[in-house]
């Protein structure tokens, strides 16, 4: 059966200093003031009754969709940077600079970890046992990788958590889930996404510092996710 999206979601809570909706406000040791979404990004689709809930567990394909940002959400899996880059469009935002990326995630005393200089395990969803993939399809054989896209392996137990599940991983400023639970897309063109998801945060550097550029926009599997920026009023 197909998955059910999330329903039943309470309004973004306001953003910080005139940000939209869910936003915080990043001042401190940047050129330009911005806004970054405080929790990992869900869909809304356009419809004609307006916008509806989006399931986080299958591609949004070419329908439109907004981001939206809020606490206690299944956050968006399934997504390519091409279709994040436009849900953000849709919701008046964008995909965040790796250079904007990087200073939310560093905070403002610039640190390794979002929530501080050394690592914590556990804090953030950043070291499942066994991967989904080979727990999902029961073996580790080589024809599993090429079914990433496969709508079960975020619902297994233990796998993707909802935004701000894991309270103590949030930035200074706020901002939960950088590390862990979603890869998350950057508007580098070449194709970026940052902070490592539920299995990883160590293969491709520490921390913050994760990065994957395997990849280009145009790609998404179980494991790739997005929170949007928006230029400071």
Request: glycine share 10%; proline share 8%.
């Amino acid at each position: 059966a197909k998955p059910q999206p999330n329903a039943d979601l309470a309004q973004s809570p306001a953003g910080d200093n005139g940000c939209p909706l869910g936003m915080a406000h990043i001042s401190k040791g940047v050129a330009k003031p911005y806004c970054v979404d405080r929790w990992e990004a869900a869909l809304e689709a356009e419809s004609a009754n307006g916008w509806q809930a989006h399931s986080p567990y299958w591609n949004p394909g070419s329908a439109k969709m907004r981001a939206v940002a809020r606490p206690g959400q299944v956050p968006q899996g399934y997504i390519s940077g091409k279709q994040a880059q436009a849900a953000c469009t849709a919701a008046g935002k964008r995909l965040c600079s790796d250079v904007e990326w990087l200073r939310a995630c560093n905070g403002p005393s610039g640190t390794t970890y979002p929530y501080g200089a050394t690592p914590q395990p556990k804090v953030c969803n950043d070291s499942r046992a066994v991967h989904p993939a080979v727990e999902y399809f029961g073996t580790n054989a080589s024809w599993i990788w090429s079914q990433l896209g496969h709508p079960c392996i975020n619902q297994l137990p233990n796998s993707l958590a909802k935004t701000a599940a894991y309270a103590g991983c949030a930035s200074a400023e706020g901002l939960f889930d950088l590390m862990g639970n979603l890869h998350e897309w950057t508007s580098d063109p070449a194709g970026t996404f940052r902070g490592g998801f539920y299995v990883d945060t160590k293969l491709n550097g520490p921390g913050c510092a994760y990065a994957t550029t395997a990849h280009d926009m145009g790609h998404w599997d179980y494991s790739t996710g997005f929170r949007c920026c928006a230029d400071a009023p």
